[in-house]
């Protein structure tokens, strides 16, 4: 009988271990990105993107940003930091040739090292 219970401790220590290991190969900050280019010059582009109702289109109320910093070229969103998974978003506008553009636009996701959050992302 001390055997056994000993069998299965020691083989629930095991795999709790293992599983721990295993969402180690997980990463804790994952960014998935998407750029477009433009046919438009990039004066222009900044001047659609600085618009208060783009914001509103953007943010349709499932992600509230608490922070955001505007600069010519680039946006950047914070979301609920006491929200289970931390969220970042933003754009980058990238000059190109004379009459085009390109607009990055990325989410940011955090992750703490429990398994379970890794495993459910």
Known sequence: MKRVFFLV???FVFF????VLVSFAFPSHVRIS??????VSSKQARVTLGEPTILSEVFDGSFLPTSQTITDSTFHAEGNKAAAIQ???GWQLID?????STLQWYIDFYFDW????KFAS
């Open 16 to 19: 709790a271990l293992l599983i």
């Open 114 to 117: 429990y398994p379970w959050e």
């Open 9 to 11: 401790i020691g083989s």
């Open 34 to 39: 998407r750029a477009i280019d433009l046919q």
């Open 87 to 89: 969220m970042e978003t």
């Open 96 to 100: 190109g040739r004379s009459e085009t």
